[in-house]
């Protein structure tokens, strides 16, 4: 008898639990499969096309006037955001500008008639260079 239980589990292989799960992912795969395909146009069907109705040359070129329009507008838009933003960074720069010369007149007042510190010098070229630096800011037009 107990040969005939080894030729039983020969034959018939137990199934184990990973075997299980997977007998059933399997299942549960071609169920989906079997969903999604039936959904599915057949072969050969497709929706149907929309219709196009050429436009007459007319109606092209007032289109093609409102997009060159439309082109010129956002231009125009953008280069007056750009001369804003300059104009305000020269006003930062002419009000730095100022309390420079402020604070330089109050070095200078300080010191007396034959001796200029090195700061007063220092000062004065920051001056110079933020100077020329507005200047050259004013002459820059946006174009674009």
Do not use: C, Y
């Not at 034959?11 to 395909?37: D, E, K, N, Q, Y």
């Not at 149907?48 to 093609?64: C, G, H, I, K, L």
């Not at 125009?76 to 750009?82: A, G, L, Q, T, Y």
């Not at 330089?104 to 001796?115: H, I, P």
Request: hydrophobic share 40%; no cysteine.
């Amino acid at each position: 008898m107990q040969s005939a239980n080894r030729q039983d589990r020969a034959v018939r292989p137990r199934l184990s639990g990973h075997s299980a799960i997977h007998w059933m992912s399997s299942l549960a795969t071609l169920v989906a499969l079997a969903a999604f395909a039936g959904n599915a146009q057949p072969a050969g069907q497709f929706p149907p096309a929309r219709t196009v109705r050429p436009m007459d040359p007319s109606q092209q070129a007032d289109v093609q006037d409102q997009q060159a329009d439309q082109a010129k507008q956002a231009q125009e838009k953008k280069r007056r955001e750009i001369n804003l933003q300059r104009r305000k960074h020269i006003s930062d720069e002419a009000a730095a500008l100022v309390q420079l010369a402020t604070e330089l007149k109050a070095e200078v007042d300080r010191t007396d008639k034959d001796t200029l510190s090195v700061t007063v010098i220092r000062k004065a070229e920051d001056i110079e260079k933020l100077a020329h630096a507005v200047r050259e800011n004013m002459k820059i037009a946006v174009k674009n």
